[in-house]
């Protein structure tokens, strides 16, 4: 089962939509949101959900008359209670990236480089790469038309496989984008570094980096 077009509209609904309220969805919401009936949009979730792309529970309405009740809770895969907590690091690191002038956006993205082969840990190197890629390509993925699709493999069930993903489409775009090539061969070295170590930080690291990227798109940064 791949994702096609009107797999990734749905997904991309989902996401928005959770990103902005920071509340599941029941499978009516999203009919309403994209006009289909109720039917066609539980049938859409079930297949995302096959695909590892939502997540589906059943909840109790505590507010429903009918004791017991319970109702379907639909969320993107990935998403984890900590996306509007990230480590104070990161939240600076944001704040950096939204406070850039369009003019000087290669210099921060040269310094967020420098920061990552700097870093202590590898969990920093992978935050920092991941911020140098954000300041760059974020215009990038909405000017082609394919923020819905970086942000389906923000999360994909697999968060290593959808960060490596996310990393090369990114690169792909900022290359292609026009980059010199002094920066091009410390972006290939890093990202060189980067499949190497999202192979070795654990599961709650990757979810962290995927976190800080989500949130970096929900603040609509990096307007270079």
Not at 34 to 55: F, H, I, N, P, Q
Not at 75 to 96: D, K
């Amino acid at each position: 089962m791949t994702l096609t077009e009107r797999r990734r509209e749905f997904l991309t609904a989902i996401q928005e939509n959770y990103a902005a309220t920071g509340e599941p969805l029941h499978y009516e919401d999203i009919a309403r949101l994209l006009g289909v009936s109720k039917w066609t949009a539980y049938d859409m979730v079930r297949e995302l959900a096959k695909l590892g792309l939502v997540s589906i529970e059943y909840t109790t309405n505590q507010s429903e008359r009918q004791v017991g009740r319970s109702r379907l809770a639909i969320r993107p895969a990935g998403v984890f209670s900590s996306i509007t907590s990230l480590p104070e690091e990161s939240t600076r690191v944001l704040e950096m990236i939204q406070a850039c002038e369009p003019g000087a956006a290669k210099e921060h993205f040269r310094l967020f480089l420098e920061k990552a082969t700097a870093a202590d840990s590898k969990e920093r190197f992978c935050f920092y790469l991941v911020a140098a890629l954000v300041l760059l390509s974020n215009r990038l993925f909405r000017s082609g038309g394919l923020l819905g699709t970086l942000k389906s493999l923000l999360a994909f069930s697999s968060t290593e496989l959808g960060l490596v993903a996310a990393v090369g489409m990114a690169v792909a775009l900022i290359i292609r984008g026009g980059l010199n090539p002094e920066l091009v061969k410390a972006l290939q070295e890093s990202v060189a570094c980067f499949h190497d170590y999202i192979r070795e930080i654990t599961e709650e690291e990757r979810l962290k980096i995927s976190g800080f990227w989500q949130k970096a798109l929900h603040l609509n940064l990096a307007d270079s």
